[in-house]
């Protein structure tokens, strides 16, 4: 196949990529290595493991196949979050403790892509066992944040943000028990999503709490992301127009920084602007869903971490979370028990307000990506409850079973994402509605 010299297909978003790859304007092998040699000339550790062989076996294999004049995603290079299984590669989830046996099996949703005509390019950095808002805890060693890579790209998904971010593949598959696809997508100025619970399967993939867990696209744009969430759910439905949006007060208020807010309202205003209400609406337990979070995902936490633990090689992050737990069980059954009830009030608080209005934003974080080393203290660190401070906004929509997306807001200095929550099954509605810059 002849492919055109002068495009070049790292500059092309996936829909215009998987086009060009259908109408034979460029091959799938072409495209894998130009993505192979972005990757390898790279220096922000996004991707861990690139078996360049593999890649360009896949790409050929694409090429040959006869329906690729109708695959969605043909010849796309897409890396998975390193937890997610991929036939015969070991899923080390970050970690050292991992047991060293290959999968034996593809996870459905790399299943879903393969038939989709998408090209697997290696597995993306993460924090260890997902635990984590940094991508620091991976046992490989920090990513690091394209848009300022002296700083965090966010987590636990931080190599699948960072990867998109700087052009080492259009898509990538990553996963959300609190906010992991978000706040990295946030960080790095990307699109991410936790789809509506049950949409994508979440077999094979490393569980963290299974009621939480969301397995999701990030992508360049929305309608990347779409695209590649039409695959990984096996189909969406179309959207549907959105007439009023709902500013959530106790989410958009002084706990977020300065700038961060700013950004914000400039993007609230643009949607204004374009014709759509914007009314304030109240989820009045959000301030409290981080702690209920933490509770929740580290009692849920010691039902699998047993082995990891048990392997001697689980690194400090791991360690600490099933300590917490641990402190958590000897409390007693009433801290559970509140953290339910406090999951059960933001079910029905969010649920009413989307009665209220369409789509419920806020900012998507409250900080900008801080940097590598400092900004936060060792003791902060320690701290189960501020370590994962950043995710106070995002663990709203885990708790409360709705779909969630971030999108890039139009910031003046280091990326700001915005968060747009919809009813369950709506995912198509907010990413039609995101406007990005
Ligand atoms: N940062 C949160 C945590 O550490 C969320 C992680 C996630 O969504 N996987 O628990």
Partial sequence: MSSDPTLDPTRLDARALADAVRRGAVSAVDVARAHLARVAADRHHAILAVDPDRVIAQATAVD?????????????????????????????????????MPAEADAPVVTRLRAAGAVLLGRANMDEVAMGASTQTSAYGPTRNPADPRRSPGGSSGGCAAAVAAGLVPLAVGTDTGGSIREPASQCGVVGMAPSPGLVPADGVLP????????????????DAALLLDVLAGGLADPSPVRRIG?????????????????????????????????????????????????????????????????????????????????????????????????????????????????????????????LVGEITPEELADPLAAPYTDCWTVVANLAGVPALSVPAPAVGLPVGAMLMGRPGADADLLALAPTR
């Avoid at 196949?65 to 997610?84: E, M, S």
């Avoid at 963290?208 to 309608?223: I, M, Q, S, Y």
């Fill in 64 to 100: 040959a196949r006869p329906d690729r004049d109708r695959l969605p995603l043909a010849g796309v290079p897409v890396t998975v979050k390193d937890n997610v299984d991929v036939a015969g590669e070991v899923t080390t989830a970050g970690s050292l403790a991992h047991d060293g």
């Fill in 208 to 223: 963290f709490h299974p009621e939480l867990d969301r397995v999701g696209p990030l992508a360049r744009t929305a309608a």
């Fill in 247 to 371: 500013v959530v007060a106790e989410l958009s208020g002084p706990r977020n920084r300065p700038d961060v807010l700013d950004a914000f309202d400039r993007w609230s205003r643009d949607l204004e602007t374009s014709g759509i209400e914007v009314v304030t609406v109240s989820v009045a337990d959000g301030p409290e869903a981080l702690a209920a979070y933490m509770t929740l995902t580290s009692v849920a936490a010691l039902d699998w971490l047993g082995p990891w633990l048990a392997s001697g090689r689980a690194g400090e992050e791991v360690v600490r979370r099933a300590e917490y737990a641990a402190s958590l069980v000897e409390e007693g059954a009433e801290r559970v028990e509140w953290a339910e009830q406090v999951r059960t009030r933001l079910h029905d608080q969010v649920a009413a307000a989307l009665r209220e209005v369409d789509v419920l934003v806020s900012p998507t974080m409250p900080t900008v990506a801080p940097p």
